[in-house]
């Protein structure tokens, strides 16, 4: 079977019933290409120009992110559509101005940022790991600094740290996320974001770990009855994590391969 056809096939369920449909993508590696450094990341205009197709047609379109949902919005740059930040923490509505903070999260934030105060100091900013404010996460990138296998070590460091103090830790692709001790993932942010809604079908794209929660949350919700079909799938790229290609129903190749799934959910 052709790949063109392996996709028609996976998208039939929801193309045919679009009122009924949500359509869930993670951005970075997935709407956005992988970048040099995190803040330098956009979604290109051709990809932004499929997405709100999409948006216009599906019932519930949404970016699940590990950013903040308000940094998720302003990389997209399209309000009407919802995002899910922090891996689940935060909910921003279409057309939001305010996220909607899990409050069990918010009760930490003030301790995950005093822990990554102090781990950051001057030696670990000389290795060039750069620290990102997530409010209730910090993440922790060594991607592109001059010796990433000592600023790796540094960090691993801080994660060993950051357990013994009780904090959550998550490691990405050369990032460490330190995480207030409350389970948080893009699978409880989908099922947050779907939760009362009359839907039959579901599709999520992402490109890492993080992305397996999802297909693990909507592939639960239709084992509960909440949908009749999950499609999960899975970016290609020269740094994809096994478990994700293993994980999937679907491979397309890179954010160009999005790009294609996209304009052929547009398709009427």
């Known amino acids: 079977m052709s790949a063109a056809a392996t996709l028609a096939e996976a ?68 309000g009407s559509i919802a995002y ?56 922790l990138h060594w991607r592109g600094a001059p010796d990433e296998g000592a600023a790796e070590s540094a960090v691993r460091e801080i994660a060993e740290r950051a357990e013994a103090e009780g904090l959550w830790i998550h490691w990405g692709r050369k990032v460490l996320e330190l995480r207030p001790p409350v389970e948080l993932n893009k699978g409880r942010g989908a099922r947050r974001l779907l939760d009362g809604r009359d839907l039959a079908a579901a599709l999520y794209v992402g490109d890492d770990m993080t992305d397996l929660d999802a297909f693990a949350g909507l592939r639960a919700l239709v084992e509960e009855g909440g949908l009749g079909t999950a499609v999960c799938v899975g970016v290609r790229s020269d740094e994809t994590p096994a478990p994700l290609e293993e994980g999937a129903d679907l491979l397309v190749d890179g954010p160009a391969g999005v790009v294609e799934l996209l304009r052929a959910l547009a398709t009427q």
Request: with cysteine; charged share 25%.
């Open 11 to 78: 998208l039939a369920p929801l193309r045919a019933d679009p009122a009924r449909a949500a359509i869930l993508l993670d951005i970075d590696g997935t709407l956005a290409p992988i970048v040099r450094h995190a803040d330098d990341a956009a979604v290109p205009e051709a990809t932004r120009a499929q997405l709100i197709a999409v948006a216009r047609r599906y019932a519930v379109v949404g970016c699940i992110s590990g950013r903040r949902s308000a940094t998720a919005r302003q990389m997209v740059s399209l």
């Open 84 to 139: 899910v930040g922090n891996h689940g923490a935060e909910l921003l509505e279409p057309g939001g101005t305010q996220p909607e903070i899990d409050p069990e999260v918010a009760r930490h934030e003030q301790r995950v940022r005093d822990f990554a105060d102090a781990a950051y100091t001057t030696g670990v900013q000389r290795l060039r790991v750069r620290s990102e404010d997530k409010g209730s996460i910090v993440a």
